[in-house]
């Protein structure tokens, strides 16, 4: 964007770029449309660009032509990468999306049906980014929220926003969020925007005419990232200027005194000299009180700049009197919001309720300190209230700070999840771990038979535990657990074990069960099975039968090639478990045939998700 007065590296003068005017509007508004050109007077350094909701809706013979303008102005449809040239008035093509990039108009096709576009938001974006405070928006009625993030950019960046005032119509707009006419800086009827647009285009004339301290706007819009909101505004330059001003013409004044009286005291030499050392000792004093006051103002200027807390300081009327930048995550506030009550300021949190709080500060000059958060996004504040205390040590209003906890918020309520999982947990693996021993001594006929079952099935649950742990959201692989379980008695799958299925994932604690089941099998194929002969082969294979309601899985574990099994004598730990704890927990059913050949075990087991991890059964 071109700085208005500034001046190439070689010297030579830059052509000033035009005053851009966003104007938005919707087919159904064609008499607001005619309402605002008909007031309108484009000057030469102005350029408008109009941008149409569903342009191709329009009686575009009769939009031209209330588009015509008796000053001259041109009529233009926009190309691709063109400069805007003033007293021009840009058109947008049908479905297409304008913006500005670099100082030029750019188009691009419309990927979303009609309606869906954000025709008017898309381009008044990329115009506050671009033109800062040289920037007008202006929304017409009828959008609906097209036009509202446009109008809600330009006032970040400091720019003009206006939306239309609907004749007529009782509702207050600005009640309504979704409204550009909620956030605009003014909202007028049709006829009186275009007295609006000249009087800011005059107040951006007279800035750039300004000399001394005062920055250029276009130099403010470049820099307003990093300083939003300068501490030291141009009236308070200038009032120091004029008091500065006032004080050499007294110094001046005395001066000239002293020289008249000089001439009248000639024989009092010593007098006059001691005046003198005097006034420049008063001189000197004044230049370093100056200094001390510019390096005060800066200091506080940077620290405004730099500081990463949001902060808004209120006078003893709650209007705004200065704000750190980082406050626009919690108001929307623009520098030109300086003076205004804090009541019109719109909120992300609901700082009404601070306003009592801010009223006792003000009475007792203690501080005060709550928790608010934000509705729409969940962020939570520690909002700290204190007495603003002038140089003059009177109170003359209030500081306050809004602190983001919602991280440490956040962390705590995990860590008390975390916590109370862990216990959860803990009781479990208690509970598992005392059944599993109460039931090994009561099966078991001896200490040593005792202490190698409980031995197997306490590695065969820790086994478990550690799969749980390595995902706990994601569910225990069936597969995975049944290679773990018999890798730990050389049963290498393609030597004497086979294993096929589909996924099946368990949830963890219908795993622990199911793992125990599997331990049972291996321990029973060891001792009396196929494990037991050099020939013996294991084949798992599982299946989902859907041909029931509800699903379920189908397990079988088929011993091939070992000794001749019967039925025990008596039912122990891994009997009970494969016939009773299944049944009960999966509300499954476990059938077993002692073949001549080995042990047939089919498991059969419902789906549920109490039992089978969520992904599996919305496959």
């Not at 980014?129 to 509202?148: F, S, W, Y």
């Not at 300068?230 to 005395?254: D, G, K, N």
Request: aromatic share 6%; proline share 4%.
């Amino acid at each position: 964007m071109s700085e208005v007065g500034s001046e190439s590296a070689d010297g030579r003068r830059r052509a000033k770029a035009p005053l851009i005017i966003g104007v938005g509007a919707s087919a159904g508004a064609m008499d607001s449309i005619e309402r605002f050109f008909s007031r309108l007077a484009l000057n030469s350094d102005q350029a408008i660009v109009l941008v149409l909701q569903r342009r191709e809706a329009f009686d575009d013979g009769r939009l031209r032509e209330m588009l015509q303008r008796p000053e001259g102005s041109r009529l233009s449809e926009i190309q691709d990468g063109a400069m805007i040239e003033g007293g021009t008035i840009y058109l947008c093509p049908v479905d297409r999306i304008a913006t500005i990039q670099g100082g030029r108009l750019a188009i691009r096709g419309a990927a979303q049906a009609p309606g869906e576009r954000a025709t008017i938001d898309s381009f008044l974006v990329s115009l506050a980014e671009e033109r800062a405070e040289e920037a007008i928006g202006v929304v017409l009625a009828g959008t609906g929220g097209d036009g509202t993030l446009g109008v809600e950019t330009l006032k970040d960046h400091g720019g003009l926003a206006i939306a239309e005032r609907v004749a007529g119509d009782h509702v207050d707009q600005r009640a309504d969020s979704n409204h550009a006419a909620a956030i605009a800086d003014y909202v007028l009827p049709p006829d009186q925007i275009p007295e609006h647009i000249q009087i800011y285009a005059r107040h951006l004339r007279r800035l750039e005419e300004r000399q001394g301290f005062e920055v250029p706007p276009a130099r403010v819009a470049d820099n307003k990232e990093n300083n939003p909101n300068a501490l030291v505004r141009p009236e308070h330059v200038e009032r120091l200027e004029s008091e500065l001003l006032t004080t050499r013409e007294r110094l001046q004044a005395t001066i000239e005194e002293l020289e008249s009286t000089n001439e009248a005291l000639k024989s009092s030499n010593e007098e006059y000299q001691a005046l003198n050392e005097e006034l420049a000792t008063v001189n000197g004093e004044l230049a370093h009180r100056v200094k001390e006051l510019a390096r005060a103002t800066s200091d506080l200027k940077n620290f405004f700049e730099g500081t990463q807390i949001a902060t808004v300081f209120l006078d003893n009327d709650l209007k705004v009197m200065n704000f750190t930048p980082a406050i626009t995550q919690v108001l929307h506030l623009v520098e030109t919001d300086v003076g205004r009550p804090i009541a019109q300021i719109k909120a992300r949190i609901p700082i009404e309720e601070l306003y009592d709080d801010v009223r006792r500060v003000l009475r007792t000059l203690a501080s005060a300190e709550r928790e608010l958060s934000a509705p729409d996004s969940g962020t939570r504040y520690v909002v700290r209230i204190l007495p603003y205390r002038s140089i003059g040590n009177f109170i003359a209003g209030v500081v306050i700070t809004f602190i983001d906890v919602t991280a440490i918020t956040r962390a705590k309520e995990r860590q008390r999840l975390l916590l109370a999982e862990l216990q959860h947990r803990v009781r479990n693996t208690l509970g598992v771990i005392r059944s599993i021993a109460r039931r090994s001594a009561e099966t078991s006929s001896s200490v040593d038979e005792y202490a190698a079952h409980l031995d197997g099935r306490l590695n065969a649950f820790a086994r478990t535990q550690a799969l749980v742990i390595r995902d706990p959201e994601g569910g225990v692989d069936l597969e995975y657990l049944v290679i773990e379980e018999l890798l730990g008695y050389n049963a290498r799958e393609g030597e004497r074990l086979r294993v096929s299925g589909p996924q099946v994932r368990f949830q963890s604690k219908a795993a622990e069960t199911f793992a125990l089941a599997l331990h049972e099998l291996a321990t029973n194929a060891l001792k009396y099975g196929a494990l037991s002969q050099p020939s013996g082969r294991i084949e798992i294979s599982w299946r989902i039968d859907e041909a029931v309601n509800p699903p379920r899985l189908v397990f079988d574990w088929r011993e091939r090639n070992g000794p001749s099994v019967a039925p025990p004598p008596r039912k122990g730990f891994g009997t009970e478990l494969l016939e009773r704890t299944l049944a009960f927990e999966f509300k499954g059913q476990t059938m077993m045939m002692f073949n001549a050949g080995g042990l047939h075990c089919t498991i059969i087991i419902p789906l549920s998700r109490r039992t089978i991890h969520t992904p599996v059964l919305d496959s």
